[in-house]
């Protein structure tokens, strides 16, 4: 995929809508005429609102001015969960998708491009990567470091709950360490779920100390610290579309990192099916109506 050929691929974050790409490449309008900026490295400027909720503005700040230290930071939080392998864990969660050769992937929130290097790794030849994040700095980190030959890599600014692409655009989705702060996390997971192919895989993993733990001395020391560690797990936002579903708690039980499978549609279930064997009418609507009253 050409970067002309990307930027064609986007839609409007805010409504879905075709984006007319202007001659010079260097922008694009969208029907209402909101104009999303290409920015230096080619990185496309899609983020929605253009004026953010105060959560991820403050968030988006702080990535700016961390982006030099980040990664020494990052490493050394693992390093104190029960003395992590860092690298060996993020090869396993990149794992959890099951990529190919050729594939099309996005990551949201790929900051300075650790996970992004793994699944660049295992798409190529042929691959197509395509790299988000609120931080312009970040992402400008990740443009330097990120320059491979057997794999097309497009970057843009966004906002993970309102994605610039049509439904089922991807082979997988990999988000990992920022979910939890997002204003409209719902949406994000919603969004997430929606650009990907039917059966294609969705990763997304946050802080979440294990439950089990969070009474044992250290582990208080822990969110005491840092009160990220005391999130849930985010099941309520889960859309209805998701089947196969598997949870992984990682880094001394201090993350967890969910996959699950796109499904075409929600599960049905049948609560007018008779009960068989019985001499009168009973199914779960029946059974349901009689709890109520």
Known sequence: MTHNQFLELLVSPKTGEPLKVADNGLSLTAPDGTVYPVLDSGIVDMVHPRELFEDDAREQYLYDQAYQRYDRGVSWVFETLNHSDEAATREFMIGLMGLKPGQTVLEVGAGTGKDSALIIDQISPGGTAVLSDLSPNMLRLATQKLQPKDVDVHFFLGNGSYLPFAD???????????????????????????????????????????????????????????PLFRAEIPYEDLPATVENFKLHYIFGNCFYVMEYTVAAKAPEIDVELPIPGKDFIDNWRIRAEGSSK
């Open 168 to 226: 089922g655009t991807f082979d997988s989705v990999f988000h990992f360490g920022g979910i939890n702060t997002f204003s409209e996390r719902k949406k994000a997971f919603a969004e997430l779920t929606r650009v990907v192919k039917v059966g294609g895989k969705v990763v997304i993993g946050d802080e979440s100390m294990a439950p089990w733990l969070r009474k044992e001395p250290t582990y208080e020391i822990l969110w005491k610290a840092n």
